[in-house]
């Protein structure tokens, strides 16, 4: 490990991070675009490679007692691009009769002296005539209804969240969390379209996972915000974007320990399993699955929070902020201490504590939203209490006067002495 | 409160440790799909010439009918100009193939006249009435009433092979013998009519299912397709159990015409209603029911309810309906073989990626001890006990009618809940990181942050189950038995975040020594003690 992944590492353990997620947003925008306009392309160009179950294709069947991996081999000599066939045997249950079966899709089947080919290389491995190896073309189990039906589902799954997100946060999140979903969405077909893997049933069931699971890591993300934007309501003091900057490298490790979580089984499974071991079936959903949890994961991050920062800067309320505290010239500093361990360190000294000393700093400071404490409120919250209370009124709402660096902890704070410890 | 904490934690666990216990005293295990274990493949032929749109339609209809939960795991395709069934993990190959041979068309026949039973005269008539379905609230269909008739492997191996009633083949009744039928003095001496001569256009002769009853028919009126769907539901007034009968645009028009003409019957003696104003529901030679109509109009909806003197029960009202929103299909099969299907995929691919999902998921336990100190136990202890109630539930499913059946999609799908779980874990023990951060100690924190932190759960797993929900009950085949699994893991995971989560780390916050301990304290763990050597340096 490096010094400086070391370091990244060691700030995010003690939320010592102030990474501006909002203010780049452009860059990130950017790097999503690039990638979304080359899998646009590339499925314009190539489209998807669907397997047998979508669309149908080409069955051979020839009785031989080879083996599975034998008959799989010969497939692949005789047509390469034959390589993801499904092949299994099939066992007669009254005369006994053991036959190898070879399924392959109808878009690599299209060549049919490619599909004669491989009906002789069978034949071949069987040491059998030609004519016994049977041909037959095969429907899609798969049928467009269950497509369509599963289209529909998506429609209005997505109504019926924007809704709920709409009520249970607002109307500009909503619309952040879907662009977030779509940005999802259009990665993950991209990539499949450029890999030139196969899209299974499994593929597709992987890809509503994913659907899921990126939403659920961008509400998680926008509670954070929304319960930091409650608490600044008032004060004023901070810039949405900044509250969601806040907010971001709070959820930061969170976010990173999550999706490592939910990303290491998948891809030791995709690396172990299907690169090394040769598991090739674990391969197609494999993919979509790691595919979806990354950009899922950076989605809420890099695409839905900015984004959500860029629509609210333009309300007329948080402008005014912006204006008013960019002419103090105060966003500078607020930036360099904007870090969840600076966030908490202020709040610890506004905070009474509540074994310790409750008692005396609730009789000190009548007018603290004591309720709201108990409740465990966000740190940013009891600004407003203090701002209330008409505390020092100027400036930056948080304590240190200092960046902190590494293991340089707030001084200790002298009316804690009864703290418990 | 301490008291109640203990309770829950000791209860939950105990559950989970008695659930997998009787699980694996019992010997069970989940079913493995067709990609994992491979199953039996019945091949279907058409009887006769059928078009590729035909065929379809019937791999459509087969496919609901085999695997209508989605959980099943079944795949049924056209292969040439046959169908070809998979159906993983089946015992009795021959009898699915016997049963799936049923498959054959739903005919609606005008009831000519009641004769007794072939050669056996004895008649006991169980006579069922039609009435309009009365305006107002369709109630929703039953969820898993239909389930329990899927036909899959366990069903199948466990059920009667239904009626010999009807022979396949054989001499039937002379068309003079069917001229006279009604009016016959010996009746009973006038053979059935065999499948093979059971045409729409055809007049027959055809038992009911109880086999104490021959109806004399006439050429169908319609076909099932005019049924869009059938479910049974149970009379508010009576308490007893009817079917639910609703048509297809095109077939309530053709229904109420029907029904016109044998309401005029029915008003010619309402008390005892005449053969005329009877609609026969066949199905592969055997009247399934034949109801008095006692409306001339039905608006798209019928009720089906049995006699006042002989009431359905609820396994006749639930096979009814099934007959009639499934036995449809637009041709007639015969079946042909069956074979044993191997795992699509290899021995050694499946133990690849089960030892590869093992390394992995062992990796991130590591990396949560490292990062969570002790916290990282209980995320250890409480994955185990996540995972015991899931595999109970799932082993569980693939007994019951559901006959869930586990796949490599559904293995993954499990791995990826797990990240969903384990975040429970990391957003509650991140906010308590911010507590702490902010001069508390852990002992004061653990409940605080909880609240908080259970909020964002309850509001993150809202979406997953909403997503489960819509597509559960919006979709068909895989997808549906994906939104399953998804949702049972989406309410263990609120059900342990709150009974297992919760009671653990607060009764492990508050033990002085776990929490304060120099190597694997808590408060170490959420780096509470600036200045210590923390674990990317170590």
């Known amino acids: ?421 | 409160m301490r008291r109640g904490l203990v309770w829950s934690l000791l209860i939950i666990v105990g559950v989970a440790a008695a659930c997998l216990g009787v699980t694996i005293g019992l010997g069970r295990a989940p079913l493995l799909g067709l990609d994992l274990k491979g199953g039996v493949s019945l091949v279907l032929k058409p009887t006769g010439t059928a078009n590729a749109s035909q065929l379809q339609e019937a791999v459509n209809i087969i496919d609901r009918r085999v695997n209508g939960l989605g959980v099943s795991n079944s795949d049924v395709a056209r292969q040439g100009s046959e169908v070809v069934i998979n159906l993983p993990g089946i015992k009795n190959s021959q009898q699915a193939l016997d049963e799936l041979g049923q498959t054959a068309v739903l005919y609606f026949r005008p009831v000519k006249c009641e004769i007794p039973p072939y050669a056996a005269p004895k008649a006991a008539t169980t006579p069922t009435t039609v009435a309009p379905k009365v305006s107002g609230t369709v109630p929703s269909k039953a969820l898993g009433e239909p389930g329990a008739f899927r036909l899959t492997s366990a069903l199948l191996a466990s059920s009667t092979t239904p009626t010999t009633l009807v022979p396949t083949n054989g001499p039937g009744p002379t068309a003079a013998q069917l001229q006279q039928a009604c009016s016959s003095s010996n009746a009973s001496e006038i053979p059935t009519t065999p499948v093979s001569q059971d045409t729409a256009k055809a007049t027959v002769i055809l038992p009911d299912r109880s086999g104490q009853v021959r109806y004399v028919l006439g050429p169908a009126d319609m076909t099932g397709s005019a049924v869009s769907n059938a479910q049974v539901e149970v009379d508010p007034t009576t308490g007893q159990y009817t079917v639910l009968l609703t048509f297809t645009g095109k077939g309530a028009a053709e229904f109420d015409k029907i029904a016109t003409s044998r309401y005029a019957c029915y008003e010619q003696n309402t008390a005892n209603p005449p053969a005329c104003s009877l609609e026969a529901f066949e199905l592969d030679g055997v009247v399934e029911s034949a109801p008095t109509i006692q409306a001339p109009s039905f608006h798209g909806t019928a009720v089906i309810s049995g006699s006042s003197s002989n009431p359905f029960t609820s396994s006749q009202a639930s096979q009814l309906a099934l007959v009639l929103k499934y036995g449809s299909l637009p041709v007639r099969f015969v079946p042909q073989q069956v074979q044993t299907v191997s795992a699509t995929i290899g021995k050694d691919s499946l133990r690849a990626g089960l030892l590869a999902g093992i390394g992995g998921l062992a990796i991130v336990m590591l990396y949560m001890l490292a990062y969570y100190r002790a916290l990282g136990l209980v995320v250890l202890v409480g994955l185990g006990v996540g995972g015991a109630l899931l595999y109970s539930i799932l082993t569980e499913l693939s007994y019951t009618s559901y006959h869930l059946t586990l796949t490599l999609a559904g293995v993954t799908g499990i791995i990826v809940s797990i990240g969903i779980t384990v975040d429970s874990y990391v957003v509650y023990f991140e906010r308590l990181k911010d507590e702490v951060r902010s001069g508390r100690t852990v002992r004061q924190s653990v409940e605080r942050s909880f609240t908080r932190a259970f909020r964002t759960v309850l509001t993150a797993d809202l979406v997953s189950f909403l997503a489960a929900l819509i597509l559960y009950f919006f979709t068909i085949g895989d997808v549906k038995g994906f939104a399953f699994t998804l949702g049972l893991s989406t309410l263990l995971d609120v059900f342990t975040a709150y009974f297992f989560i919760r009671p653990a780390v607060i009764l492990v916050g508050r033990r002085r020594s776990i929490t304060d301990n120099p190597v694997f304290g808590i408060a170490r763990g959420l780096g509470s003690r600036p200045g210590r050597a923390l674990p990317g340096e170590a």
């Open chain 1, 1 to 421: 490990m490096t010094a400086v992944t070391v370091g990244a590492y060691r700030r995010l353990f003690r939320g010592e991070t102030s990474f501006d997620f909002a203010g780049r947003w452009r860059r990130w925008f950017a790097i999503s675009g690039t990638v979304i306009l080359i899998g646009l392309i590339s499925l314009g160009v190539r489209g998807l490679n669907f397997s047998i179950d979508f669309k149908g294709g080409t069955v051979w069947e020839v009785p031989t007692s080879a083996s599975v991996s034998t008959a799989r081999s010969v497939v692949a000599a005789a047509a390469p691009s034959l390589g993801q066939a499904t092949v299994q045997t099939l066992t007669n249950t009254e005369t006994g009769q053991r036959t190898i079966e070879v399924q392959a899709a109808a878009k690599t089947t299209s060549d049919p002296a490619e599909v004669q080919s491989v009906r002789e290389a069978l034949a071949r491995m069987a040491h059998t005539s030609i004519d016994n190896v049977q041909l037959n073309e095969i429907g899609p189990s798969w049928g467009s209804d269950i497509t369509d039906k599963a289209v529909e589902a998506v429609i209005v799954f997505l109504v019926v969240v924007s809704v709920y997100i709409w009520l249970r946060f607002e109307g500009k999140m909503a619309l952040a969390a879907l662009t977030a979903l779509i940005h999802d969405i259009l990665v993950t077909v991209g990539i499949y379209s450029l890999s030139g893997l196969q899209v299974s049933p499994d593929t597709v069931i992987a890809f509503l996972t994913i659907l899921g699971y990126s939403l659920y890591d961008t509400i998680v993300v926008f509670d954070r915000i929304q319960e930091n934007t409650r608490g600044l309501a008032s004060t004023n003091r901070l810039t949405y974007s900044d509250t969601v900057n806040i907010s971001m490298n709070q959820v930061l490790a969170r976010s990173l320990n999550t999706s490592l979580v939910a990303i290491l089984p998948i891809l030791s499974i995709l690396v172990i399993g299907a690169w090394v071991l040769g598991a090739t079936a674990l391969e197609t959903f494999g993919l979509a699955l790691f595919v979806g949890l990354t950009t899922g994961a950076y989605s809420s991050l890099f695409i839905a929070s900015p984004l959500l920062a860029l629509l609210k800067e333009h309300e007329p309320r948080y402008s005014e902020i912006r204006r008013r505290l960019e002419q103090a010239g105060e966003r500078r500093d607020a930036r360099r201490r904007l870090t969840p361990a600076a966030v908490a360190g202020s709040v610890a000294e506004r905070t009474p504590d509540s074994e310790g000393s409750g008692g005396r700093d609730a009789r000190r400071k009548p007018e603290q939203p004591a309720p709201a404490v108990a409740n465990g409120s966000p740190p940013v919250e009891v600004e407003y209490g203090r701002a209330a209370a008409g505390g020092e009124g100027d400036g930056i709402p948080l304590r240190s006067e200092v960046p902190y660096r590494s293991g340089n902890r707030p001084p200790p704070r002298p009316r804690k002495k009864g703290r418990r410890r």
